[in-house]
């Protein structure tokens, strides 16, 4: 008889601006739910997909499979930190996917 097997991926994730992540997440069109007193996030990607971030803990639990997802979110989510960052010193911030550069005015 067939088994299927689930994997698990467990990762420690720092998010100190939680609003930015809830903004990557709303931008790449994911949904969430916070719950346990803003303890607990559950993303949901559009083929999904699911992460659930523990904040109090610093983790983020997903299937093996999602990886792929979750590399999209934590990339987008450094992008809006790094732009964050770069508007308090009235810097330009540019490039796409896993490279970015700031410049000065």
Known sequence: ?????MTKVKSKISTKNFRLLLQAAEDMNFTYEIKG???ILTIKTTNYDRFR?????????FDQ???KSYNKLKR???RKVIGQVASKK???????GNSFSVQKY
Not at 1 to 5: A, D, E, I, S
Not at 90 to 96: I, T
């Open 90 to 96: 009235r810097w330009a911030l540019s490039g796409s």
């Open 37 to 39: 007193r803003g303890k």
């Open 76 to 78: 987008e989510y450094a």
């Open 53 to 61: 971030f523990d904040l109090e803990k610093e983790e983020v639990e």
């Open 65 to 67: 499979w999602a990886e």
């Open 1 to 5: 008889m067939p088994c299927f097997q």
